[in-house]
T-cell receptor, first 116, second 112 residues
């Protein structure tokens, strides 16, 4: 158990809908990262938040947005869903904001999103 | 893309044998990490090696890093059926440091 929790475990929805995925980082971790894992794209970095502020942006679509709240939990919002958004969405957390000496990331169990 | 690549894509060995997988990446890095993922589950951190290190051990794992060749290898000795999983290398970017770039993964099957 990494200490990172994600809800829900599974989500099935229809095209055009909007969903929210939730992540609680490990106690003491200030950084939260979101990743998308699909069969054809592999594991793609979406976005990082550090202590409530956006820190880095990866391959995140404009239809997707995220935020980190004062209690450090984070939510990833996916809107106008398309079939291609079906994937595993992982959240990870780390103590540090950036690289350098040590930035091991601890991954949550993921949310499996199926768009029908 | 700055994504790394693992080689081989898939590897099947007998229990007790050693498994070696390689990772190549494209940019200068601060560190490189290896993760394991069991089917459909989250990633588990295995080991981190810094850019100024050449070799690191952790239990049955041995990681090497050659920054001149931008490559790393993960050796699992005396493999067990429980080692069956996908293995990914992840690198950060020396200059931005924030983004993690994951490789395409090596799928390891250890046959009992």
């Amino acid at each position: 158990d990494s200490g990172v929790t994600q809800t829900p475990k599974h989500l099935i929805t229809a095209t055009g809908q909007r969903v929210t995925l939730r992540c609680s980082p490990r106690s003491g971790d200030l950084s939260v990262y979101w990743y998308q894992q699909s069969l054809d794209q592999g594991l793609q970095f979406l976005i990082q938040y550090y202590n409530g502020e956006e820190r880095a942006k990866g391959n995140i679509l404009e239809r997707f947005s995220a935020q980190q709240f004062p209690d450090l939990h984070s939510e990833l919002n996916l809107s106008s869903l398309e079939l291609g958004d079906s994937a595993l969405y992982f959240c990870a957390s780390s103590v540090l904001a950036s690289g350098g000496a040590y930035n091991e990331q601890f991954f949550g169990p993921g949310t499996r999103l199926t768009v029908l | 893309s700055q994504q790394g690549e693992e080689d081989p894509q898939a590897l099947s060995i007998q229990e007790g044998e050693n498994a070696t997988m390689n990772c190549s990446y494209k940019t200068s890095i601060n560190n490189l990490q290896w993760y394991r993922q069991n089917s459909g589950r989250g990633l588990v951190h295995l080991i981190l090696i810094r850019s100024n290190e050449r070799e690191k051990h952790s239990g049955r794992l041995r990681v090497t890093l050659d920054t001149s060749k931008k490559s790393s290898s993960l050796l699992i000795t005396a493999s067990r059926a429980a080692d069956t999983a996908s293995y990914f290398c992840a690198t950060d970017d020396q200059w931005t440091g924030n983004q993690f770039y994951f490789g395409t993964g090596t799928s390891l099957t250890v046959i009992p």
